[in-house]
T-cell receptor, first 112, second 118 residues
Framework: EDQVTQSPEALRLQEGESSSLNCSYT??????LFWYRQDPGKGPEFLFT???AGEEKEKERLKATLTKKESFLHITAPKPEDSATYLC?????????????FGAGTRLAVHP | NAGVTQTPKFRVLKTGQSMTLLCAQD?????MYWYRQDPGMGLRLIHY???????AKGEVPDGYNVSRLKKQNFLLGLESAAPSQTSVYFC?????????????????FGSGTRLTVV
């Protein structure tokens, strides 16, 4: 069964304290891995798509990386405005092109 | 540019009542999706559409119906609401099916409908 697991469930950082969020997956053929940011009371906002192991993408203080078993979202020198829930989703070959499997998310709180 | 608009934002239903959630997008996207989000669980796909006039079942379709009569609108209906359908519902759209090619794009989500069934 295709699965996506995110860890930790919650993370508290001081402003400027870099860290990483993990998304591990077991799927039958990865077509794509997606990262989203979700603020309270809002819908998820697209961040990155990664397609193959070794691929990396960056946006401001965020950097996403992908291996054959997991993805990391690295947050460098975070600011309070980076506080949000970060969601990981995968598209598996078994699910067809239109089905994403989402993890439960990591709630990030960055304190000044 | 409104993106994806969901109405209503909040609703309380009694068990057995029916209702329709409306999703409208102004980006001319082909693909539209309905998800539900529950505490401690990931977003789960209810139904989706790959174009006007088409619908297909997702992961958790029971108790829901959908229609896509116009390209810009995707309706989610609850036939007979149950407390287990208490959730936050999100609509999303995409110009292409995700994972096709190397384009760096994803779904555009609406802001959600918080539904409580009592």
């Amino acid at each position: 069964e295709d699965q996506v697991t995110q860890s930790p469930e919650a993370l508290r950082l001081q402003e400027g304290e870099s860290s990483s969020l993990n998304c591990s997956y077991t799927v039958s053929g990865l077509r794509g891995l997606f990262w989203y940011r979700q603020d309270p009371g809002k819908g998820p906002e697209f961040l990155f798509t990664l397609y193959s192991a070794g691929e990396e993408k960056e946006k401001e203080r965020l950097k996403a990386t992908l291996t054959k078993k997991e993805s990391f979202l690295h947050i460098t020198a975070p600011k309070p405005e980076d506080s949000a829930t970060y969601l990981c989703a995968v598209q598996a070959a078994s699910g067809g092109y239109n089905k994403l499997i989402f993890g439960a998310g990591t709630r990030l709180a960055v304190h000044p | 540019n409104a993106g994806v608009t969901q109405t209503p934002k909040f609703r309380v239903l009694k068990t057995g009542q029916s209702m329709t959630l409306l999703c409208a997008q102004d980006m001319n996207h082909e693909y539209m999706y309905w998800y539900r989000q529950d505490p401690g669980m990931g977003l789960r796909l209810i139904h989706y559409s790959v174009g006007e006039g088409t619908t297909a079942k997702g992961e958790v379709p029971d108790g829901y119906n959908v229609s896509r009569l116009k390209k810009q609108n995707f309706l989610l209906g609850l036939e007979s609401a149950a407390p287990s359908q208490t959730s936050v519902y999100f609509c999303a759209s995409s110009p292409y099916s995700p994972g096709r090619g190397s384009s760096n794009y994803g779904y555009t989500f609406g802001s959600g409908t918080r539904l409580t069934v009592v």
